[in-house]
């Protein structure tokens, strides 16, 4: 973006933040108010790289329709504790309004809904969802620069700093250049050997009926020679990983949670809901032919059809009971990724009047595709064979918006702090698992984080 340009945009800006302001004085209801202007030739992600701002959010859809790039905070609903989800959902709808269709809250939960946060997890909380202070926004309707102000009621709400804020947004693009990293340490928790001893321990609890299904999560946590940079990393993941949704939480300056995931838990667009029974992999061939070879054999494996058709009833049941109409593809489909398949079938409904996305929160999660089934039994088996705490992998994260939300499942995700770098995948457990090849298919899962890496 030009210099031009950039002092006219953010004049415009300012302009309207002023009025907005103005407007606003005396006013005896606290609100979020959202002021745009329309800029362009700048790319999000690498927007977001080149600010200093420690707080940082980043969201782009499996589609490409919206990108959203966000530094610090205009309002945050946080906490250390397991919330009570129709409350908070209450809460962060009040601040929300048809005014701003395209105002959200961004953020998401850990995994375990009845643990306090780990030492590394600290920073994100049990809960975390903020309204960033200031916004890149691409859409089909363009690409804005937007600014959201939190008018609080009663209080002091000076803007000098929001304006000092906006000063230090940069729009020249120019990146550091990436820089080759050694590993001076790989540490894979569980090991292969204990890995190995969890699954024959789950297999012989499913041969004795306990559940039907677990899903086994490994941490593979390298130490580098030199600190990783969080935005430079996502950007070249985001390169490799289109198909995906890609999300990006940067907490503080030392601590980010980032990912490419294939899973949607929920899409939720006024009583119009779609989500998809996602489960079975194999890697994606180096040639057409292999490729059709390993899709020949997910579509005829018997262990990964009933994996993935236990995920399928499992929707299906719950959305059964919150949806006056509800449709489902007849056939399985393929999900390719760039690195790995799936299988995979879609689900559309339209919501009964009651439902809420508290609710579907409730019930949706965790899915047998990263707990298992029953659920309650296979999270019981999780806390007993996994020998570290999830966080926020394979947690809901999304967006609330006023009339819509969209969480996803933050699979295929990676927690950076400072030169440290944990990278989070698991496999479904069912009878008939061979722990060498589960461990493998971590490894295709895994594969393209390390790709990003160049390793």
């Known amino acids: 973006m030009d210099p ?63 990108k959203m790039a966000g530094v610090g905070i205009a309002h945050e609903i946080s906490g250390q504790n397991t919330p009570d989800l129709n409350e908070l959902f209450q809460e962060l709808r009040s601040l929300l309004s048809p005014k701003y269709p395209d105002l959200r809250y961004y953020g998401g939960f850990q995994f375990d809904r009845g643990s306090q946060p780990a ?41 000098s700093n929001l304006i000092e ?22 540490q894979d928790v569980p090991n292969q050997k204990s890995w190995e001893t969890s699954i024959k321990t789950a297999l012989d609890e499913m041969h004795a009926g306990k559940y039907d299904k677990v899903v086994l999560a ?42 490419a995931t294939p899973e949607r838990l929920f899409r939720r667009q006024g009583r119009t809901i779609h989500t998809e029974a996602i489960a079975g992999t194999r890697p994606r061939g180096k040639t057409t032919r292999e490729d ?32 006056e109409d509800l449709s489902v593809d007849e056939e399985v489909q393929i999900t390719r990724l760039s690195h790995v398949q799936h299988l995979c079938k879609h689900f559309v409904g339209e919501l009964n009047v009651d439902t809420t996305d508290a609710n579907l929160i409730t019930d949706l999660h965790p899915t047998p595709a990263i707990g298992g089934y029953p659920t309650d039994l296979a999270l019981e088996a999780i806390a007993k064979l ?16 006023y009339d819509y939300t969209e969480f996803v499942v933050a699979i295929r995700s990676a927690l950076i702090e400072k030169e440290r770098i944990s990278l989070y995948s698991g496999a479904g457990i069912v009878p008939g698992s061979d722990p060498d090849e589960e461990w493998q298919e971590i490894e295709d899962k895994i594969s393209k984080f390390l790709k990003a890496l160049d390793l």
């Open 119 to 159: 030492p590394e997890w600290a920073s994100f909380g049990a809960y975390r969802f903020i309204i960033p202070q200031f916004e890149l926004h691409r859409s089909a309707s363009g690409t804005f620069l937007i600014c959201n102000y939190h008018y609080q009621a009663g209080q002091d709400n000076d803007i």
């Open 386 to 401: 996994e020998p570290f705490n999830r966080g926020w992998y394979a947690a809901p994260i999304g967006y609330i918006g």
């Open 292 to 323: 059709e070879r390993f899709t020949k054999a997910l579509l005829n494996s018997d262990k990964e059809l009933r994996e993935h058709a236990i995920v399928v009833d499992m929707i299906g049941n719950v959305l059964g009971k919150h949806c």
């Open 4 to 66: 031009l340009a950039l002092s006219t945009a953010k004049q415009r800006l300012l302009d309207q933040l002023h009025n907005l302001y103005d407007d606003l004085k005396g006013s005896d209801t606290s609100q979020v108010v959202r002021c745009e202007v329309e800029v362009n030739d700048i790319t999000a992600m690498q927007w977001l790289a080149c600010q200093s701002a420690p707080i940082k959010t980043y969201w782009a859809n499996r589609n490409q329709e919206f």
């Open 218 to 259: 490994r941490k593979a946590t390298l130490i580098l020679n030199d600190r990783l940079d969080p935005d430079a990393y996502l950007l070249r993941l985001r390169r490799m990983s289109e198909e995906t949704f890609n999300f990006f939480f940067q907490t503080d300056k030392n601590h980010a949670f980032l990912g």
């Open 165 to 186: 804020q906006l000063n230090e947004i940069q729009f020249e693009l120019t990146l550091s250049e990436w820089g080759e990293r050694a590993v001076l340490h790989r």
